[in-house]
């Protein structure tokens, strides 16, 4: 092996997925000692998210009878849904180190195109959304070539068109106006649910999924004797992930409507979305030579360079992506608002975003994420809003909770980054 490319796999770190294929631990106690060995160098992972979830649902279900019910759960991942998805964006671009303030708006604007055709010209909701994801990847490829091309720093840029793209919503609906979103689909996105067969089916297809996948791929890993988990660290993953799923579709599949008289069960459409985009993205951070390529790139720029790897082609990749999630986001915003307008996307949307991926695990030092951490940072943030409405607490309440929590977050990220360093890691 050739030191450019001792340097291109330095570059991918252990949180890209590949980890696996470096550290043998074929024994129970070994993967433990394994794991407790990186915690205590600073490759916490998602722990400190998992566990805040966690004493986040018992405070607030202690504190509140209703933050446990089925509706409130509901309630939770309908919002939590837009935030989910715009932080996968985000943490594709975090993960070169970069950073986009214009995700948020750019979802808006993408949402007020997919309103427009629709009220405005007659246009399926299909094309609608075809055009708004269009439109957010337009938008993140102009930004990626301003990064990429001339240099100019994601920070500038984004900011510019944080302020720009304001100016075009603004311009596209009118001060003070607003666009309705009536049509059923784009409505059903996080108004409808699956029936409770097909929730369950979903759920169960998902855990066979994921089982099936996870016993060849350690199946192939024995057979060519390659660095492995043992096989009862892959049971407890599959067991844990099935003990989750099946408990959420219960609690999704009761009925949760308040009055007597109607019937409201069943998982929001909502929720497949972003179980689907988190299998997609899962598979090409994880799985694929692009993946591993952003993870170079992230680590180490000049690195991935010298390797062969074509850094601009990667930063102008990652805001086309991020920015065409954010359209999608844009959209399921405006389903669950019933709206776009001049203010979609703006206001904290952003931040919460920013927020929830770097809360998940993803490092703002680039080179450290995954798709999961947008998942377990968003639903923190969703749940500390929604637990704190329920006790009627007001609004700068939030606003300082959710603020020392990223803080918590971002500390967590930098002792864990010195740590790593110190470890040599």
Request: glycine share 12%; with cysteine.
């Amino acid at each position: 092996m050739t030191d450019i490319d001792t340097k291109a796999e330095a570059a991918s770190p252990d949180d890209s997925g590949f980890d696996s294929d470096r550290v043998q631990n074929n024994t129970f106690g070994e993967a433990i000692r394994a794991y407790v060995g990186r915690v205590r160098g600073g490759d916490m992972g998602t722990l400190p998210a998992v566990l805040g979830l966690v004493v986040l649902f018992i405070v607030f279900g202690l504190a509140n009878d209703r933050f446990l019910s089925a509706l409130n759960m509901a309630n939770l991942i309908t919002q939590a849904g837009a935030i989910i998805v715009l932080a996968m964006g985000l943490v594709l671009v975090l993960l070169l180190g970069d950073i986009d303030l214009s995700a948020g708006v750019a979802g808006g604007v993408a949402a007020c195109v997919m309103g427009l055709m629709i009220a405005k010209h007659d246009q399926p909701w299909y094309i609608a959304v075809i055009a708004a994801l269009v439109t957010g990847a337009v938008i993140g490829l102009v930004i990626g070539l301003l990064v990429a091309k001339l240099g100019i720093p994601s920070f500038v840029v984004t900011l510019a068109f944080f302020l720009g793209l304001q100016g075009v919503t603004l311009k596209l609906i009118g001060q003070g106006g607003s666009v309705r979103v009536n049509d059923p689909v784009i409505a059903g996105i996080t108004k409808s649910t699956l029936s409770v067969t097909a929730g369950w089916i979903l759920a169960a297809v998902v855990i066979v999924g994921f089982a099936v996948v996870s016993l060849m791929n350690h199946r192939r890993k024995v057979a060519e004797n390659l660095q492995r988990s043992p096989l009862v660290i892959v049971i407890l993953q599959i067991v844990a992930l099935a003990v989750v799923l099946l408990v959420v579709t219960y609690v999704l599949n009761v009925n949760r409507a308040p009055n007597p008289g109607f019937v409201i069960e069943g998982i929001p459409y909502v929720l497949p979305v972003v179980v689907l985009l988190l299998i997609f993205w899962t598979f090409v951070l994880g799985r694929t030579t692009y993946g591993r390529h952003v993870y170079a790139v992230g680590g180490n720029p000049e690195a991935a360079r010298r390797a062969g790897i074509n850094v601009n082609r990667i930063r102008i990749s990652v805001f086309v992506f991020g920015s065409s999630m954010a359209g999608l986001s844009g959209i399921i915003a405006a389903s669950n608002l019933g709206k776009v307008s001049t203010s979609s996307g703006g206001s904290n949307t952003l931040l919460y975003a920013v927020g929830a991926a770097v809360i998940g695990g993803t490092s703002l030092f680039g080179g450290r994420g995954k798709a999961i951490h947008a998942v377990i940072g968003g639903l923190v943030i969703a749940t500390i809003a929604n637990g704190l409405g329920l006790l009627n607490q007001s609004a700068y309440i939030n606003f300082l909770v959710t603020g020392g929590v990223l803080l918590l977050a971002a500390s967590v990220d930098a002792i864990s980054r010195r740590r790593r360093s110190a470890s040599g890691v």
